[in-house]
């Protein structure tokens, strides 16, 4: 059976990496970002080879689970995807290795962080492929969800039900709202194609996958 790490677990792995000197946060970051974007292609290789380039609008909270988004978007961007990131928070409110990511994102021509108040169920609407990347909380997330977040994931629902055939929902360690240590509501709220995690799957992952919910994970280094 493959080992299943706590929440608690899983940071103290990383920091352990990081005070050795191993890897910095931020290279952990870029990884797990690479490592979504894989998981994507791999999954669903139509959006790879699509002639029109596919579009993202990617969810990034205000910790280190935005911060991988915007890993995401600046890296799917580089492959000629249109992407719109909305940001729960300020860029300058965000943890220092998320911040970096997110300044190496704004410094792609044309990127922005959109506030989370700017994201409607018309965006993209022109878009027939493409993804919504929940990167809004992580293993370190504690229930309940607050409001902004729930009505950005209620937006982004409404955004790729309008091209059902076409558009795929992609969590970013977990569905936003559960928590890592413990078992997810049965049956799940709807909304979530993908879960890609980092390293080792987490007490969630199981629960999940047992409900329909395909869990990728991505070796990250450590």
Request: charged letters at 15%; aromatic letters at 4%.
């Amino acid at each position: 059976m493959a080992e299943i790490l706590t929440s608690a677990q899983m940071r103290a792995v990383e920091r352990a990496a990081i005070e050795a000197g191993r890897v910095s946060g931020l290279a952990l970051m870029e990884r797990a970002g690479a490592g979504v974007v894989a998981a994507i292609l791999e999954t669903w290789p139509a959006l790879a080879a699509a002639a029109v380039p596919p579009c993202a609008v990617v969810l990034c909270g205000p910790g280190n689970n935005g911060g991988d988004g915007f890993v995401v978007a600046r890296r799917l961007a580089a492959r000629g995807w249109r992407v719109a990131t909305y940001l729960l928070g300020t860029p300058e409110r965000l943890p220092p290795d998320a911040r970096a990511a997110a300044e190496a994102w704004l410094a792609t021509p044309g990127a922005r962080a959109l506030p989370a108040t700017a994201l409607a169920a018309a965006d993209a609407q022109d878009c027939r492929a493409g993804v919504v990347i929940d990167a809004l909380y992580g293993i370190g997330f504690h229930p309940p969800l607050p409001a902004a977040a729930a009505q950005m994931l209620a937006t982004a629902q409404e955004i790729a039900r309008a091209h059902p055939a076409g558009w795929k929902r992609v969590a970013i360690d977990i569905p936003s709202g559960l928590a890592a240590d413990a078992p997810p509501p049965a049956p799940l709220p709807p909304g979530c194609d993908l879960v890609v995690t980092f390293h080792r799957e987490k007490p969630v992952h199981a629960a999940l996958r047992a409900q329909g919910v395909p869990v990728v994970v991505a070796d990250i280094g450590l």
